[in-house]
């Protein structure tokens, strides 16, 4: 079992910026592919980014070029960097992991992550 979380939300204005962090805990062991989603009200839960043991990542189009995910594999942390950050940004993020050595690639889909955060709200306003 593996343990996750996210802290670091708040409410920024349009353009500002935040860094949400996502510490695990747990059976941490073996290469892991991590993920970050968000869920707005109302809407579906969305993958935005996910990362692989070896840093490779894979963006949404709707975050590409203003988020930047990182990992700190000694302090068993994920991070999500959020420039440029815009009302539509609005929701409650999470973190996901798979199990260990599972396929890594593309963005994100929530039902290839078996474990769970209890989410961070990000609200921006304009």
């Known amino acids: 079992q593996v343990q996750l979380v996210e802290s670091g939300g708040g409410s920024v204005q349009a353009g500002g910026s935040l860094t949400l962090s996502c510490a695990a805990s747990g059976d941490t062991g073996g290469t892991r592919c991590k993920g970050w989603f968000r869920q707005a009200p109302g809407k579906e839960r969305e993958g935005i980014v996910s990362?692989?043991?070896?840093?490779?990542?894979s963006y949404a189009n709707s975050v590409k070029d203003r988020f930047t995910i990182s990992q700190d594999h000694a302090k068993n942390t994920l991070y999500l960097q959020m420039n440029n950050l815009k009302p539509e940004d609005t929701a409650m993020y999470y973190c996901?992991?798979?199990?260990?050595?599972?396929?890594?690639?593309?963005?994100?889909?929530?039902?290839?992550?078996?474990?769970w955060g209890q989410g961070t709200q990000v609200n921006v306003s304009s």
């Open positions: 996901a992991a798979k199990l260990p050595f599972r396929y890594c690639s593309g963005t994100p889909s929530q039902t290839d992550f078996p474990y």
């Open positions: 990362i692989d043991s070896a840093g490779s990542t």
